[in-house]
């Protein structure tokens, strides 16, 4: 057991240092140079027109990052780029990467330390790696929750500005400077990219692409038809505020009334594995018997099936769209 975990320990840290010496000798290219130039621009415009202070780069490990420019020099990651922007993370996917599998290597070794046991530290392995995708998408859900919140009343300020006598860019303007983030921030580049010469049309896509939220989609495309078509704009945002005011108190008693199913459902999941961490702390030799025999193998694989089918099966009856 411990030539193996000492080889496993060896692989890990050849293949980090390779990644490490790969990302010194690895060089930009002018295309990414601009790039970066333009989003760190970008973003100190936003920062200093919204709050009048200069921003702060955070600091973050020269040898992580370098070691995700690789990943992304070698692999594409379009899905995982797109999360990462939608979920307001300023880090690259090579670099969410790394640092995702850093963590979870080292709840794995913790967990190792404690118990001693190489499947459970295997099985902490991978549930880090699970976890860190699943605080990737609460943080995206989390977002657009906060942008909902934020655009509704977002929109009553625009119907009132427009009633006031404010132009439409005059009113986007404001809303970058009175919302916060996420929606202030982003309005503030669509102002930026005005300016810069692009349309509204092609500024309003990118807004789109910033979120993952049906109702800003609804919003600026309601906008964009009416530029278009004519009509009261100031009116037409009012109607979309109560149809969104609408909907979030309908959604506020679905999830109220569908509580107990998302408690019986994470119930299901984490109670068999709790029993299982406690076995192995408690008695370990009683539940090894379970690796030794071919019938402890199945049992654990009908478990794990069973427990996966039932967080399915509540989770589809518990999720109803609004």
Not at 91 to 107: K, N, Q
Not at 281 to 298: E, K, S
Request: aromatic share 8%; net charge positive; hydrophobic share 50%.
């Amino acid at each position: 057991m411990n030539i193996l975990m000492t080889l496993i320990g060896s692989i890990l840290f050849f293949m980090l240092f390779f990644l490490l010496v790969m990302s010194i000798s690895a060089r930009q290219t002018k295309e990414m140079k601009r790039l970066n130039n333009y989003l760190i621009l970008s973003n100190s415009l936003t920062l200093t027109e919204g709050k009048g202070k200069k921003p702060k780069s955070p600091k973050q490990s020269k040898a992580i990052q370098g070691m995700g420019k690789v990943l992304e020099v070698n692999f594409q990651f379009k899905n995982l780029r797109q999360q990462l922007i939608f979920a307001g993370y300023e880090i690259g996917p090579g670099e969410y990467l790394v640092r995702t599998f850093l963590l979870a290597a080292i709840l794995s070794g913790i967990v190792y330390l404690i118990t001693s046991s190489l499947l459970l530290s295997i099985f902490s392995l991978i549930t880090g790696l699970v976890i860190g995708s699943f605080l990737l998408k609460r943080a995206i859900k989390v977002r657009n929750q906060l942008a909902t919140q934020q655009l509704i009343q977002a929109l009553g300020i625009m119907a009132n500005s427009l009633r006031a006598g404010y132009s439409f860019l005059q009113v986007i303007k404001l809303i970058s400077e009175e919302s916060p983030e996420p929606l202030g921030k982003e309005f503030g580049k669509v102002i930026q990219n005005v300016n810069l010469g692009l349309s509204l049309e092609e500024s309003f896509e990118q807004l789109k692409s910033s979120f993952s939220n049906p109702d800003l989609d609804m919003v600026l495309t309601s906008i964009l038809i009416q530029r278009e078509s004519g009509g009261d704009l100031a009116r037409l945002l009012e109607s979309i505020q109560e149809t969104m005011i609408g909907r979030l108190r309908v959604k506020d008693e679905v999830r109220t009334l569908t509580a107990q199913g998302r408690l019986s459902m994470w119930v299901i999941m984490c109670v068999p594995v709790g029993i299982a961490f406690y076995l192995q702390v408690v008695n370990p030799d009683y539940f090894h018997l379970m690796f030794q025999h071919i019938l402890g193998w199945i049992m654990i694989l009908m478990a794990i099936s069973g427990v996966l089918l039932g967080w399915f099966i509540i989770n589809k009856i518990v999720s109803i769209e609004v």
